[in-house]
Structure formats: structure tokens, C-alpha cells
């Protein structure tokens, strides 16, 4: 923990040397209630993107003071059921995933569908940086500092038409080398799906990296959905599609188990799951529990996205 040479060491000190050589590019991101700024370390600005002033407030931990939590639990501890159904699954069989050539297509309701190749994604779209506290429906969460663009730049620029409604993410299938596609675990393409105003809204983002680094395959490189206020089951990894719709899609954990997982899956301290209260969740090493925040802590951006819907009901 003291051992100044660890990756998160030199992540957040490449970071405040570039702070104090107001070399980062900021964007102000409202996390928890505080105002953070969260900056744009390593990202390539797309030319004739409008600079962000740099930021002169540090760092921070977290979204509120919290810790982030190690690289080595964030890339060790994994679910994505493709590998097996255990946390270590993940990381052990993740090499077995080839990663390039790698394109993700955005299609149906829009104007301008495009395949992009993923090298050309990372470079078309300005990256930043986003310090998200992440969620597992088993109650267990985790503070992570991802890399990525955030969703509405990419749907923007594929102009979605007037009846598009709902998001579609797919998963990679790829049977010979992911063992859990071949055990059919799941209905494979996992599958997942937000409204479009969630899709739409600032936090959501589409990750490739995270301390810095691109993305391992058991964390779903090279790109992968994340939205913060949701369960981590939202968040679909290895995405090779993304389709715009008029109807709401069904999604895997929703078909599979619907009275366990809605589609919403906003975190809600306040509905338990069958088999895990929600109240309260483990924070990966740390030592007991805290309690769980209504969004996941994000009620300020996006509590407005559901008024008048029943939360108990639309869970
Ligand atoms: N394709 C795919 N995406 C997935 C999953 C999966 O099994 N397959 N698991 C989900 C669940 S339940 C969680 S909690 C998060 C875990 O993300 P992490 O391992 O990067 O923390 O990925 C989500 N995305
Ligand atoms: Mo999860």
C-alpha cells in the first residue's frame, strides 16, 4: 500500500504532473454531489475540438474522498459469464479473447450508420477520464477511473432518426474462444439496453481504458458500456453492436430471471433482490460494509430521468 511503485502510484502522479503543468485538458463532472474535475490525461483532442480549460482543482481520490479501488482487484475480480462463472474466470482465461482487428457498428434508428474500427474510434473521439463508483447487483462496489467517450458523442454523430427510443449493446460471440459461450451459461449475444435519454446523458460512457491503460479482456476491451447509477449487469463488455430502436429490447438478466432484473436496474437501496439486500454493499478491500446511495450516488444527474415512474415497480 505504501510502496510508491505500484500502477495506481504512477497513474495519479503522471496525472498531477500534468495538472501542474496544465497540460489536462478538464471536464467538470458532477460525482456524488461534489464538483470534481475530471480531466483528459493522455486523450487525444480530435482537432478543431473545443479545448476545455484545464482544471485547477486536484485530482481527487474518488468521488467523494472515496478510494479507488487497486488495479489488481479492479482487473482480478471480475463477472463476465463468456469466461466461466467465477470471479476469477475472468482474468485467467482472458487472453484467449483476440482483441484486433476489433469493429463496433452503430446501426438501426439513425441517419448515418457507421462501423467504426476501434483504433480509429479511440482517435475520432476526444477521451476523458471519469471516476465512477461501480455497483454489482451481489452487493458488492468498487471506485474505478475509467477512460473513454461518452456515449452521446458517438450516437450524435450517427444522427439518430425521430423514432429512435432505446440503445441495444451486443456482446462479442465467439464461442471458440470464449468458454462460456460454448457451455451456453447464457443466451449468447449477452445483450443489454438503455432508454435513450440514459444513453444520452453525461455520465454514460463508453469505456476503453481504465488507470490509464486500454482495457484488459476481463474488464471488456477493447470497449464496453458504463453507467454508473445502474447494476454492473448493465454495463455490457466487448460490444461489437450497438443498435438504435423504437421498442424496448429484451435484455439478457431481464429474460432470464424478470423478477430478479429489471431492465431499469437503477441501484435502489431500497428493493432488494431475492437473494441480496441492497441496502447496504461490500466495497472490494475495504473492511465491512457502507450503505448503499440511492443512483449509486448520482441522484443529482439523473434522479429527473424518472420522474413519476414507480422505482418499486420499474426496478
Ligand atoms: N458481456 C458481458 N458483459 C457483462 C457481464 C457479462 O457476464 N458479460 N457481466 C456484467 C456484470 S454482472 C458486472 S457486475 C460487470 C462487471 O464488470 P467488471 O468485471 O469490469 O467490474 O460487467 C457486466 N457486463
Ligand atoms: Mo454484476
Known amino acids: 500500500m505504501s510502496d510508491p511503485i505500484t500502477p495506481e502510484a504512477l497513474f495519479r502522479r503522471r496525472r498531477e504532473f500534468l495538472q501542474n503543468a496544465g497540460l489536462l485538458a478538464a471536464t467538470a463532472v458532477v460525482t456524488g454531489g461534489s464538483l470534481y474535475a475530471v480531466s483528459g490525461g493522455g486523450a487525444r483532442r480530435r482537432a478543431g475540438a473545443p479545448e476545455v480549460a484545464p482544471s485547477t482543482t486536484p485530482m481527487p481520490a474518488g468521488p ?16 463476465f459469464y463468456e469466461f466461466g462463472l467465477e470471479k476469477e474466470d475472468p482474468a485467467a482465461l482472458a487472453s484467449r479473447l483476440t482483441l484486433r482487428p476489433w469493429t463496433l457498428s452503430v446501426e438501426g434508428e439513425v441517419n448515418e450508420p457507421r462501423t467504426f474500427d476501434i483504433d480509429a474510434l479511440t482517435k475520432a473521439f476526444p477521451l ?41 449493446f451486443e456482446s462479442v460471440v465467439r464461442p471458440e474462444e470464449l468458454p462460456g459461450q460454448k457451455a451456453q451459461l447464457l443466451p449468447w449475444p449477452y445483450v443489454e439496453g438503455l432508454r435513450l435519454d440514459e ?17 484488459e479482456a476481463q474488464n471488456g476491451a477493447p470497449v464496453r458500456l458504463v453507467v454508473p447509477w445502474k447494476y ?16 424496448q429490447p429484451a435484455t439478457t438478466w431481464n429474460v432470464v430471471a424478470p423478477t430478479e432484473y429489471g431492465f431499469f436496474a437503477n ?49
Open 64 to 79: 467523494d474522498g472515496e478510494r479507488l479501488t487497486s488495479l489488481r482487484d479492479v482487473t482480478s475480480y471480475n463477472n
Open 128 to 168: 476523458e477520464d471519469r471516476v465512477y463508483r461501480f455497483r454489482c447487483v451481489e452487493a458488492w462496489s468498487m471506485v474505478i477511473p475509467w477512460q473513454g467517450l461518452p456515449l452521446r458523442s458517438l450516437l450524435d454523430a450517427v444522427k439518430p432518426t425521430s423514432r429512435a427510443k432505446y440503445v441495444v
Open 267 to 315: 441501484v435502489n437501496p431500497a428493493v432488494d433482490h431475492p437473494r441480496w439486500s441492497q441496502a447496504t454493499e461490500r466495497r472490494i478491500g475495504e473492511a465491512g460494509r457502507r450503505p448503499t446511495l440511492p443512483f449509486n450516488g448520482y441522484g443529482e444527474q439523473v434522479a429527473s430521468l424518472y420522474r413519476g415512474v414507480d422505482l418499486t415497480r420499474f426496478f
Open 199 to 215: 444513453a444520452m446523458n453525461d455520465l454514460t460512457l463508453l469505456a476503453t481504458g481504465l488507470y490509464g491503460k486500454p482495457l
Open 232 to 247: 454492473g449487469f448493465k454495463s455490457a463488455k466487448s460490444l461489437v453492436r450497438i443498435r438504435l430502436v423504437e421498442e
